[in-house]
């Protein structure tokens, strides 16, 4: 009975905080990801690949110069949609299923904060390759090379209205993550049936039952 009161999902609070945690982690992901989506496509257009790059002069003392992505051409704007940004939403998004479908058949509390700690580490994979493998002079390489934009000189109104743009992005995002937490937690999982979470009442009756009894629910489970 202790294992069956044990279930995450039987203490919804402690189960959505730790799906919400996750989602965040996805979340971080997903912004990236946009952000570098709003990066291509304001990039200006050019016709020739030589005419994509500027490269700088060396200021820091440190013997090289930064790399400038100032154009894109068309073909280069569509690849890097494709085979960078597409890929990599549809990684996010599949991790942010498969993250919360692990999480939800996680045998007990202390499981599942052990199962969320290792989806942290799953989602740093790519960093820990890329710190690992990569020589230095490529690291270096590729931390000086940056987008590089000309934004026009904008009015107190208009910084304004940019900062709002954001905050309603920002809450579109946390929208977005109730709207999918909602679903996966009362239409989707598939992992326990949806009213496992009534066994939380039995549950509190029974333990507060077998303390008036004076027993001790855990070592009646652990002498069995």
Not at 21 to 37: G, M, P, T
Not at 67 to 86: D, E, K
Not at 97 to 121: Q, Y
Request: glycine share 4%; with cysteine; aromatic share 10%.
């Amino acid at each position: 009975m202790d294992e069956v009161c044990q279930i995450t999902m039987a203490d919804k609070t402690f189960y959505y905080i730790i799906l919400l945690l996750w989602a965040f982690k996805i979340l971080d992901e997903l912004r990236k990801i946009h952000r570098q989506v709003d990066d291509i496509l304001s990039c200006k257009g050019c016709n020739e690949a030589s005419e994509m790059l500027e490269f700088t002069e060396d200021t820091s003392g440190d013997g090289s110069g930064a790399c400038l992505i100032t154009h894109l051409t068309a073909t280069m704007r569509w690849l890097l949609l494709l085979i960078v940004v597409l890929p990599r939403t549809f990684i996010a998004l599949r991790l942010l299923v498969l993250g919360c479908r692990w999480l939800s058949a996680s045998a007990s509390f202390s499981d599942m904060v052990l199962n969320a700690m290792a989806l942290g580490f799953v989602t740093d994979i790519d960093e820990i390759l890329y710190d690992s493998i990569l020589p230095a002079a490529l690291k270096k390489q590729i931390a000086d090379t940056n987008w590089f934009f000309i934004e026009a000189d904008k009015n107190k109104n208009e910084v304004e209205q940019d900062e709002w743009r954001m905050y309603r992005i920002t809450a579109i995002w946390l929208t977005l993550v109730a709207v999918f937490l909602f679903i996966y937690g009362f239409i989707y999982q598939s992992v326990l049936p949806f009213g496992v979470a009534d066994i939380a009442a039995h549950c509190k009756e029974l333990q507060n039952m077998m303390a008036g009894l004076g027993i001790d629910l855990d070592a009646a489970t652990a002498e069995q």
